[in-house]
């Protein structure tokens, strides 16, 4: 079987890549991201159509749409062309992880997937072996016998798929011994008295229930009769409290404030009038005083006047007075000077007579100078004494209207003195007449003033309580006050009724008094029924708590004993969840018979699963002897001189020289031998060895499932150096001389170089990509 030739006309960003004529050895060459895996992927879709799937081939999925193109394969001397006739899969038989993990290699990945289970199915492929079938035997067998492992070795499971089967076992073992200690513990306790005793409390209790029922009931009656009662009371307190409503304290007190007031007004003018008649007496006699006082002071003002007219000579006699008596006393003092000046004065005349002497002369003039001014002196006062005395007689005859007379100056002054003494007192007590009369006048102005705001402050409490009558429709403060005292009266009983009520019902939350009497109306409607109800019976505080107390003693003495059964119902409620949960099934478990039926059936229980575990466990033991027998012949197609060790002695140079599988383990680890004799996992290898292996083992087991094929290599050795890609190139060579075809990807120019012999000899069908071209 071989590729003839291809075409991908468009596969997502890839165009056209004509037809491709392929040959034995075909190198597609070009550099990245010109199309090389585009193009792979593209026709490993065409030949494997929808089960190219990306849980195959890892991001095969990347474009979304399917490849348009063809690939013509010839088989058997007959050529097929796909998908117009199919796919790979149905044409040759081989699954897609077979195609991925030995003939399809993509993105330089010549590992194997899922490798423990793939050599298994190979080898079952090959040598005709039911190994799968019996691995799916013992898992079914594992999922019978619900076991931890599918091999003699499991256990009973208790894995949530397995629904926890052996917690089941072991709890319903635990529950089997429960129950029997149970059914012990009833046998002993004789749960059959506690359900009599029971019984009969529970009657008992019914009976005590019924009086405290009658009791109740006795109760809303007479809170019903109560609260009607009450109602009425209220309503009709509140229809007759609504006609009184503008009655207040308020106005009681503003009302008896008034009249108080007006009262007090009255008397405070009545003293108010008295002190202004006895003021209004005095203010007239002092204004009487004050006439006369004026009237004398007038006459005292008209003789000031001529005392002030007077007052000039008066000055003018004092000024000439006491110039008189400097005068005199100067003349007093020159007296002896002028006695010694007359008599030297008439010496020196004697002696100017005798001897007319110039000194004498001088003397003569200066004596008699001195005489004439003491002369002229005394001329001096005696004019000015005349003056006075003229003065003193025009004074004196001035003052006489006056009543002012004396014969000397000293007396006048005297008497004009004590004159202006008597003015200014006079003048004085006319003041103070007059101050006190303006201060009286004030007074009286003030009391009038006062007078005049009591009257006010009277009318304006006349005009309130004037209103207020008009308002109250009373005529008096007493009858405002029988009235604000009804009042009153109707107040105290709405408080008393609404506290009647209150007790009775509460205020149910509201706050509005409307509201609030609409709740006490609906209360005591709700209570309208047991109007009737226990008539004969009377409400007893005393014998309701009696009764109380009996139930409640009864119903603790019945607790005590509804406790051992609640306990024994528990235990049997507690068994029959359990057991359910055990069983998986729906199970009744409320009596000593249902309670044994259920330990039977967890008794069956367990004998069953154990019986169906050692079953299983048997089976399991007869096929893993087939099993150890299968898995030997896995190893004809590995270790010494098999193909898969010569391919990899011969790639690595003989530095490896057998290629094992480890069957002993689950994993079906491969080993490698090297040729000093070591033993290495295939995982502990390089890079470049590890690829060089897993090409060994896709080209044995891929000689071994088509004896001619093709294969599809995308830079298979990519982590090889120039000596092993040639010495791999050389093993290409081996097996296309076989008839097997290659479709070599790379964008390595050493695989080109390492071709370039072959290709000029056109034994290497080179194909360039550049023709790919991308959108």
Not at 226 to 244: F, H, N, P, S
Request: charged residues 40%; hydrophobic residues 35%; glycine residues 6%.
């Amino acid at each position: 079987m071989r590729v003839k030739e291809f075409r991908i006309y468009r596969y997502g960003p890839l165009t056209d890549s004509k037809r491709v004529v392929l040959g034995d050895f075909n190198l597609f060459f070009g550099r990245n991201e010109e199309g090389k895996t585009l193009t792979i992927d593209g026709l490993v879709r065409v030949l494997l159509s929808k089960k190219a799937t990306k849980n195959v081939f890892k991001g095969i999925d990347r474009v979304d749409n399917n490849p348009e193109g063809y690939a013509i394969i010839e088989n058997e001397g007959k050529d097929v062309k796909f998908p117009e006739e199919g796919d790979l899969i149905s044409l040759i038989g081989l699954s897609p992880q077979e195609w991925r993990n030995i003939f399809i290699i993509r993105n330089s990945d010549l590992s194997i997937a899922e490798e423990e289970t793939f050599y298994t199915g190979v080898t079952d492929r090959l040598t005709g072996l039911k190994s799968k079938k019996i691995i799916a035997v013992k898992n079914r067998l594992r999922e019978i016998g619900k076991l931890t492992r599918p091999d003699s070795s499991g256990r009973l499971s208790d894995r949530e798929t397995d629904e926890k089967l052996q917690s089941r076992v072991e709890h319903a073992k635990t529950l089997i011994k429960t129950i029997e200690d149970l059914k012990k513990a009833v046998e002993s306790e004789g749960l059959d008295k506690v359900e009599r005793t029971i019984e009969d409390m529970s009657e008992e209790l019914q009976r005590v229930d019924v009086e405290l029922s009658n009791l109740e009931d006795a109760q809303r009656r007479e809170k019903y009769e109560k609260g009607i009662e009450a109602l009425k009371r209220l309503k009709d307190a509140l229809k007759e409290l609504k006609k009184l409503e503008l009655y207040n304290e308020d106005d009681e007190r503003k009302f008896r404030d008034l009249e108080r007031d007006i009262q007090n007004a009255n008397e405070e003018i009545k003293k108010h009038l008295s002190d202004l008649k006895t003021k209004d007496e005095e203010l007239k006699n002092r204004k009487r005083s004050r006439e006369e006082s004026e009237k004398h002071l007038r006459v005292l003002n008209e003789r000031r006047k001529i005392l002030e007219e007077e007052q000039i000579d008066m000055k003018r006699y004092e000024e000439l007075s006491e110039r008189l008596v400097q005068i005199k006393a100067k003349i007093s003092g020159e007296k002896p000077l002028a006695i010694i000046s007359v008599f030297l004065f008439a010496l020196s005349l004697i002696g100017t007579i005798i001897r007319p002497l110039l000194i004498f002369r001088i003397f003569l003039v200066l004596f008699f100078a001195n005489m004439i001014y003491f002369s002229a002196q005394l001329i001096r006062a005696s004019r000015i004494n005349t003056s006075l005395s003229k003065l003193f007689e025009k004074i004196r005859i001035s003052l006489a209207p006056v009543d002012i007379s004396s014969d000397s100056m000293e007396g006048i002054l005297s008497l004009v003195q004590r004159f202006k003494e008597k003015f200014e007192e006079n003048e004085i007590q006319a003041r103070n007449l007059e101050g006190n009369t303006s201060l009286l006048e004030r007074e009286i102005e003030g009391i009038k003033g006062r007078i005049r705001g009591l009257e006010g402050k009277r009318r304006d409490c006349e005009v309130s309580i004037e209103e207020i009558k008009r308002r109250s429709n009373v005529e008096s403060l007493k009858e405002y006050r029988e009235r604000l005292e009804e009042k009153l009266e109707l107040e105290n009983t709405v408080r008393e009724y609404t506290a009647v009520l209150g007790s009775l019902f509460g205020k149910g939350g509201y706050s509005d008094k409307n509201e609030i009497i609409a709740y006490w109306e609906r209360s005591v409607s709700d209570l309208e029924a047991y109007r009737d109800k226990a008539v004969e019976v009377k409400y007893s505080d005393v014998r309701k708590g009696e009764l109380h107390q009996k139930k409640e003693m009864i119903e603790d003495e019945k607790e005590e004993f509804e406790k051992k059964r609640r306990e024994w119902e528990d235990n049997l409620k507690q068994i029959e969840r359990e057991a359910q949960n055990v069983l998986k099934k729906e199970l009744c478990c409320g009596t000593l018979r249902e309670l044994s039926f259920v330990q039977k059936m967890l008794q069956e229980f367990v004998v069953d699963i154990e019986k169906n575990v050692e079953n299983v466990l048997s089976v399991m033991r007869l096929f893993e002897e087939i099993e150890e027998e299968e898995e030997r012949k896995i190893s004809r197609f590995f270790g010494k001189g098999s193909s898969v060790s010569k391919y990899f002695s011969r790639i690595t140079d003989g530095l490896y020289t057998t290629v094992d599988i480890d069957t002993s383990t689950q994993e079906k680890k491969v080993l490698v031998h090297t040729k000093n004799k070591n033993v290495l996992d295939a995982l502990k290898l390089s890079g470049g060895a590890y690829d060089q292996l897993y090409l060994s083992i896709r080209l044995a087991l891929g000689g071994e499932l088509l004896k001619k094929g093709f294969f599809i290599m995308d830079d298979p050795f990519i982590k090889s150096d120039i000596e092993r890609l040639q010495r791999q190139i050389e093993l290409l060579w081996k097996i296309v001389d076989e008839g097997w075809q290659i479709l070599y990807f790379t964008a390595k120019e050493e695989v080109k170089e390492a071709l370039k012999k072959e290709i000029l000899e056109e034994r290497v069908n080179l194909i360039e990509t550049n023709w790919i071209t991308l959108w």
